[in-house]
Structure formats: C-alpha cells, structure tokens
C-alpha cells in the first residue's frame, strides 16, 4: 500500500511536527471525520500519516465503497487493521475478507490488493527491518 501512493504528491498534506515524538496518541474517531470532511479524492481512498518514525509508519486510510488500491507492495512487513466496514486483500493467491475488527499482517514484499466493500476505514502500519534507529536518551 505505501508504493501505491507515490507520485500524489499534490494532494498530500503537510505532516504535523514532530511525528517522532516519545509518545503520540490519537482520537481515531476525529482523524476520520477530518478525513471525511476533506474533498474527496479521485478514487475514492484518501490518507492521513499519523507516526512517522524512521522504521515505523501508520497511516490511516479511508476507502468508499467499491474502491481499489490495485497491486503493489511494500518494502516493510505490513499490518492491516479494519476500524470501519469491510475490506478484501488479494495477496500470496488467497483473499482475505476483513471486516471490522479485522487484523491481517503480510511478510514484506508480498505483492496485495485492497477493495473496499462498503465504505471503510483501515490502519495500515509498516515496519522495515534492519532500519538505523536512534535511541532518545
């Protein structure tokens, strides 16, 4: 998913700063409807950075029904977790169906798909392996 949005680089937002912070917290219920109320994008999916972390992003990323984020992968182990309606993944010649309180984590590089099947909402977390990460002291 984090390769299927490169070269949108319009429509993407400023990140707030410092995302790498010793602590974040968010309301995700707000996060959504801030993305709600945002012109909707070509596509129907629009996304929202919440940590940025040298080996660690979430995002949180909201579909209307019947969009799709066609095949990609991601350089990094990926988690998907349904917060709102329901979703499929195609990976590795299955398809997950992942409704709300769904949790589905992919090996890195594992070339996926994304639909949406209502209007949903997901956290997409990434983490890469062997990234330097320096320690706050």
Known sequence: MANARRGN???RRPHP??????FLEFDLAGELEQLAREPQPIGGQNAKTLVKYDDL????IALRANARIPGHQAEGRISVHTIRGHIRIRAIQRTFDLPVGSLLALDLGLPHDVEALEDSALLLTIAWPGRNVSKRG
Do not use: E, H, K, W
């Open 9 to 11: 680089s319009r429509r």
């Open 17 to 22: 700063q410092p995302m790498g912070t010793p």
């Open 57 to 60: 992003r979430i995002v949180l």
